[in-house]
């Protein structure tokens, strides 16, 4: 059967109904795309801005302290191979109804399963701990009041808000409260870049095989493309509502997707550009994004400062949900148990027991004080080692007709795909190689 087939059967109505349609596009045409485009953002966009975590800004800020412009290129070749991981993502959620642990517990096995969920579980563990003292610390920039004092508040407000509220009203809170990146592009703006470097590096790689580098490229491609957002697409997109027929709410997906990568990776793409127009080009060493907050403050102005904290107040809030759904996803995945955050607490015990219990793992790690950049470093190689296998996994269940229903992915997201394994697998490699080889010591 054809698509035009499909199209015509499905969306039904007389043609007198479809006039009127028309006469009332006709009317307000400007109005009607910007609430369309306002109604379709939803886990896709929610998932491209949650890759902003704090512990990822802090990433970015460091790398462009570090090596100045270099980077930007990485960016640039991220952004469709994260665009091709999460439509997969979401093409996989809309066919199969199901969870990505459910998918692999139901096709590969339960270890299977279970060795995604306990590496997502140790990586997120250490991401949400980050994340939480990010927060902290960016509200102890604004207030001058100890980060550790906003750690539990901050942690009890967002079980609060992840457990009782709906899953519709997540999203259009933390898609509210995801227009905090804004402030990044427009400390940007304010740092005075060379913006013909800026335009250089982003086009003309730079590719070098020093440990500091290939460790930062691992750093900046685990910081983008990470396994909780994988979870975290497969489940929202089977949970969202979505009108039409199959391949238009395929498109309505697209679109929300490349929203939120665009967005996410021009947020990340900034940063980096704010960081190496003046920390590096100053010569100040940085650990964290607060550090780098702290630091524009002289080179800036304290506006700079304030927009920077508060970025990174959004980039923790917005990013610790999804990290903490994402983690109960996998575990609820292996024991079969009902989980989404669409269901009430009553219908998905389990679901909500394994969110709450990570969520206080994490604050326990954030108030142990461990060095958060140590944190941060352990995570994201956890995450680097797990994305390109979890990018393994897709391509398999993506090109399974069986779990596909009789479906596959498209051959251009197959290539950007395997692209992605490759260049992942490859900077993973070459940064074990460094450890092993003491590179990594100094």
């Not at 043609?15 to 349609?21: S, T, W």
């Not at 929610?46 to 800020?61: H, I, Q, R, W």
Request: with cysteine.
């Amino acid at each position: 059967m054809s698509k035009s087939i499909i199209h015509q059967k499905e969306s039904g109505g007389s043609e007198q109904q479809e006039h009127h349609k028309q006469q009332g596009k006709q009317k307000q045409p400007s109005q009607n795309k910007i609430v369309r485009f306002l109604r379709n953002i939803g886990p896709g966009f929610l998932g491209g801005m949650a890759g902003n975590d704090a512990t990822a800004v802090a990433t970015y800020s460091i790398d462009g302290a570090r090596v100045g412009f270099s980077h930007l290129w990485l960016m640039l070749l991220s952004t469709p191979m994260y665009f091709s991981v999460q439509f997969a993502c979401a093409e996989i959620g809309r066919i199969t109804q199901e969870g990505f642990g459910d998918i692999l517990r139901e096709s590969y096995g339960r270890w299977v399963a279970a060795l995604a969920a306990l590496v997502l579980v140790l990586a997120n563990t250490a991401l949400v701990a980050g994340n939480l003292v990010a927060v902290g610390s960016g509200l102890q920039l604004i207030t001058g009041i100890s980060w550790v004092w906003f750690v539990v508040p901050i942690a009890v407000i967002l079980w609060y808000i992840t457990v009782f509220r709906n899953f519709r009203t997540i999203e259009k809170i933390f898609t509210v409260l995801s227009l905090a990146f804004v402030t990044y592009i427009v400390t940007a703006i304010f740092s005075h870049a060379n913006w013909g470097a800026v335009f250089v590096s982003t086009f003309v790689p730079k590719v070098s095989f020093n440990f500091a580098d290939i460790s930062a490229a691992v750093a900046l491609l685990g910081a983008t493309i990470s396994p909780y957002t994988m979870y975290w697409q497969v489940k929202g997109e089977s949970e969202e509502r979505r009108v039409g027929t199959f391949l238009q709410k395929l498109r309505e997906a697209a679109g929300d997707i490349a929203t939120g990568v665009i967005s996410g990776n021009l947020v990340s793409y900034f940063i980096i550009i704010t960081a190496a127009a003046t920390l590096f080009t100053h010569h100040k060493s940085i650990q964290t994004a607060a550090d780098a907050a702290q630091a524009l403050q002289p080179l800036l102005g304290p506006f700079a400062k304030y927009l920077f904290a508060v970025g990174l107040i959004g980039a923790g809030v917005v990013a610790i949900p999804v990290m903490l759904a994402s983690t109960s996803y996998g575990v609820s995945d292996i024991f079969a148990w009902p989980c989404g955050l669409s269901e009430k607490p009553s219908r998905a015990k389990g679901f909500y027991i394994v969110l709450s219990l990570a969520l206080l793992a994490s604050l326990g790690l954030a108030l142990l004080r461990i060095d958060p950049i140590t944190l941060i470093f352990y995570a994201n190689v956890l995450v680097g080692v797990l994305s390109p296998i979890m990018i393994v996994f897709l391509v398999m269940i993506g090109n399974n007709r069986k779990i596909m229903r009789g479906k596959r992915l498209s051959w251009p997201i197959n290539v950007l795909l395997v692209l992605a394994a490759l260049v992942m697998f490859s900077a993973a490699i070459l940064f074990f190689w460094g450890l092993a080889t003491g590179q990594g010591g100094s």
